[in-house]
């Protein structure tokens, strides 16, 4: 009898192990295979008694390319015609980036414009105070 703990790594819901081992174990577990999408890491580890542990860890593959949308956010109520921007892109692969497609045009955000307008308001308040008290 082996006095090492054997582990089973499996993938969501399948019967068959991914892979057997006997602990400790270094894995790579190559997401490329999977879907994108959410899945669970169920992780079984029996030791030489027989005794069986379980551990699932949730995780989110994201393989694909990238998809990034301005003009609705998820849960939404909207009505009439919404205007849209829509970005999808790869990431390329381990060796090389891809610099073109990899970056989202986003419009400039509110809080940007109150301070373009907040700091315009003041310049030109100090400016009319100026050439009243010079004159």
């Known amino acids: 009898m082996s006095d090492k703990s054997t582990i089973f790594i499996f993938i969501d819901d399948?019967?068959?192990?991914?892979?057997?081992?006997?602990?400790?174990?270094?894995?790579?577990?190559?997401?490329?295979?999977?879907?994108?999408?959410?899945?669970?890491?169920k992780i079984v580890s029996k030791d030489p008694t027989g005794k069986e542990g379980i551990r699932k860890i949730p995780f989110v593959v994201r393989n694909g390319p990238a998809i990034a949308i301005e003009g609705i956010k998820e849960h939404a109520v909207?009505?009439?015609?919404?205007?849209?921007?829509?970005?999808?892109?790869?990431?390329?692969d381990q060796k090389s980036f891809l610099i073109s497609g990899s970056e989202t045009p986003q419009s400039i955000p509110w809080w940007v414009w109150t301070l373009i307008i907040g700091?315009?308001?003041?310049?030109?308040?100090?400016?009319?105070?100026y050439f009243s008290i010079a004159q």
């Not at 894995?27 to 994108?36: A, H, N």
């Not at 849209?84 to 790869?90: D, E, K, T, V």
């Not at 700091?119 to 105070?129: E, K, P, T, V």
């Open 119 to 129: 700091f315009a308001g003041w310049a030109l308040y100090y400016m009319f105070r």
């Open 14 to 41: 399948e019967t068959r192990p991914v892979a057997e081992l006997k602990s400790p174990v270094s894995f790579d577990l190559d997401t490329r295979k999977l879907t994108d999408g959410e899945h669970v890491l």
């Open 78 to 92: 909207v009505d009439g015609v919404l205007p849209l921007m829509i970005n999808a892109y790869g990431k390329g």
